[in-house]
């Protein structure tokens, strides 16, 4: 059961663990209603998220609602960048690909991040966090060493510095990035983002800067 509409959860899918998700929120549909503020997706964790895993429907690569639906003229307050790092920031074990297929093909590099993103974790991780501005998460795929970072920024943008302290000791692996492109900006330049790869083990430490409504998004697989 994946619940929409539904009622806050209160703990009850450790009785049923059959529910695995709930909406329950203020979630990504409201892009379409008006637009969530930038700051939204760095504060359920820490509030909506606690009670159980959230159904919010990331992954949205088309910022301008006005070229779906000429009568609308919303606007999704995030990044590119942003929507990726959802998949790891907005728990769930149930994910989607929320926007129109037509769109992923335009930025078919961005949603390799979609297809290689895992669904459920064996440990999560908060290593930087300040809500309603930032929010950082390393998770680890469940049964693999594998590991995915995700951030998400507020009004301001960010800039981490991540310590992949947390990877196995003496083991090499491969980070592939998705961040915004210098120039990105929620409102103005939404789909601008780079992708680049790097080795590193886990005495490697990474600067790395969200714009504003921005993030970035990580895959580290091992060598």
Same mark, same amino acid.
């Given at each position: 059961?994946?619940?929409?509409?539904?009622?806050?959860?209160?703990?009850?899918?450790?009785?049923?663990? /059959?529910? =695995?998700?709930?909406?329950?929120? *203020?979630?990504?549909?409201?892009?379409?209603?008006?637009? /969530? +503020?930038? #700051?939204?997706?760095?504060?359920?964790?820490?509030?909506?998220?606690?009670?159980?895993?959230?159904?919010?429907?990331? %992954?949205?690569?088309?910022?301008?609602?006005?070229? =779906?639906?000429?009568? /609308?003229?919303?606007?999704? #307050?995030?990044?590119?960048? #942003?929507?990726?790092?959802?998949?790891?920031?907005?728990?769930?074990?149930?994910?989607?690909?929320?926007?129109?297929?037509?769109?992923?093909?335009? $930025?078919?590099?961005?949603?390799? $991040?979609?297809?290689?993103?895992?669904?459920?974790?064996?440990?999560?991780?908060?290593?930087?966090?300040?809500?309603?501005?930032? &929010?950082?998460?390393? *998770?680890?795929?469940?049964?693999?060493?594998?590991?995915?970072?995700?951030?998400?920024?507020?009004?301001?943008?960010?800039?981490?510095? &991540?310590?992949?302290?947390?990877?196995?000791?003496?083991?090499?692996?491969?980070?592939?990035?998705?961040?915004?492109?210098?120039?990105? +900006?929620?409102?103005?330049?939404?789909?601008?983002?780079?992708?680049?790869?790097?080795?590193?083990? #886990?005495?490697?430490?990474?600067?790395? *800067?969200?714009?504003?409504? %921005?993030? $970035?998004?990580? *895959?580290?697989?091992?060598?």
């Amino acid at each position: 059961v994946n619940a929409h509409e539904a009622v806050r959860p209160t703990g009850l899918s450790r009785t049923w663990p /059959n529910l =695995i998700g709930n909406e329950s929120a *203020r979630g990504t549909e409201y892009q379409a209603f008006g637009g /969530n +503020h930038a #700051n939204h997706v760095t504060i359920l964790p820490f509030t909506r998220l606690i009670g159980g895993p959230m159904d919010y429907t990331p %992954g949205i690569f088309e910022m301008d609602i006005q070229k =779906i639906n000429p009568k /609308n003229t919303s606007h999704v #307050n995030s990044t590119l960048a #942003n929507q990726l790092a959802l998949y790891v920031t907005m728990y769930s074990p149930l994910q989607m690909a929320a926007d129109l297929p037509e769109n992923y093909e335009r $930025f078919i590099d961005a949603f390799q $991040f979609i297809k290689d993103v895992a669904v459920d974790w064996d440990s999560s991780l908060y290593l930087e966090a300040e809500p309603g501005e930032y &929010l950082t998460i390393a *998770r680890k795929s469940k049964g693999k060493n594998e590991w995915f970072v995700g951030n998400v920024s507020g009004e301001k943008g960010h800039e981490s510095i &991540l310590d992949f302290g947390f990877l196995t000791t003496g083991k090499k692996y491969e980070a592939t990035i998705y961040a915004d492109a210098p120039d990105a +900006h929620y409102k103005t330049n939404p789909q601008a983002y780079v992708i680049k790869k790097l080795k590193i083990n #886990n005495k490697s430490k990474l600067k790395q *800067r969200s714009a504003p409504g %921005g993030g $970035f998004a990580i *895959r580290i697989v091992e060598l």
